[in-house]
């Protein structure tokens, strides 16, 4: 059973399209991330849930929108869709908790590769 | 801000070979937890090892091991007996601490290593 699961794997799309990837994970984590990573294999992160809840938003613009309907579940709709969004975009989760605490470690799904033409 | 550095864009070994991946990162937090992330060609990201900034033993796992010193705010990964598989890019991440159960992991540009037959 994969941990984290990301759909879909490869999306091509036109510009100014409107596209959603979908994340589950199944480990019962309360805590879930979106992370890009661009053309040079730079991952930065863009967003994080915590029970549903927005904790982090870095300055990521306003043609994406995370969205969480439940603490397994975190989607990420892309408005508008420009070539600069071209990249591969991976959700993560972890259980959170305290300072010293293994649950702390993010688990990856295997990321969408997304190709804006 | 925290920035996390690998000097080494590129790096090569032979088989069974030891080979050491730099990394190193700049922060004012005293907790703080520090991660290598591995990347093959599936393009899956795998925790490879961590290390918590409170603990001075070098966290160990199987072939991999880290030095981590605080004080030079260095955090190098050693591969003993390197295998093919082990080729892949190779991250190292700060983590930081947001609060709660939320924390976000801070990527440096990554590793390419290539283990040579």
């Known amino acids: 059973d994969t941990a984290v699961s990301q759909t879909p794997k490869y999306l091509v799309t036109q510009m100014g399209n409107d596209k959603s990837i979908k994340c589950e994970q199944n480990l019962g984590h309360d805590t879930m991330y979106w992370y890009k990573q661009d053309s040079k294999k730079f991952l930065k992160i863009m967003f994080s849930y915590n029970n549903k809840e927005l904790i982090i938003n870095e300055t990521v613009p306003n043609r994406f929108s995370p969205k969480s309907p439940d603490k397994a579940h975190l989607n990420l709709h892309i408005n508008s869709l420009e070539l600069g969004d071209s990249a591969v975009y991976f959700c993560a989760s972890s259980q959170g908790g305290l300072v010293r605490d293994r649950k702390n470690i993010q688990y990856f799904g295997a990321g969408t590769r997304l190709s804006v033409l | 801000a925290q920035t996390v550095t690998q000097s080494q864009p590129e790096m090569s070994v032979q088989e069974a070979e030891t080979v050491t991946l730099s990394c190193t990162y700049d922060t004012s937090e005293n907790n703080y937890y520090l991660f290598w992330y591995k990347q093959p060609p599936s393009r899956q990201m795998i925790l490879v090892i961590r290390?918590?900034?409170?603990?001075?033993q070098n966290a160990t796992e199987n072939r991999f091991s880290v030095n981590f010193q605080k004080a030079a705010k260095s955090f190098s990964l050693k591969i003993s007996d390197s295998q093919l598989g082990d080729t892949a890019m190779y991250f190292c991440a700060f983590m930081k601490l947001i609060g709660g159960a939320t924390n976000k992991l801070i990527f440096g540009t990554g590793t390419l290593l290539a283990v040579q037959p």
């Open positions: 290390q918590e900034a409170y603990k001075q």
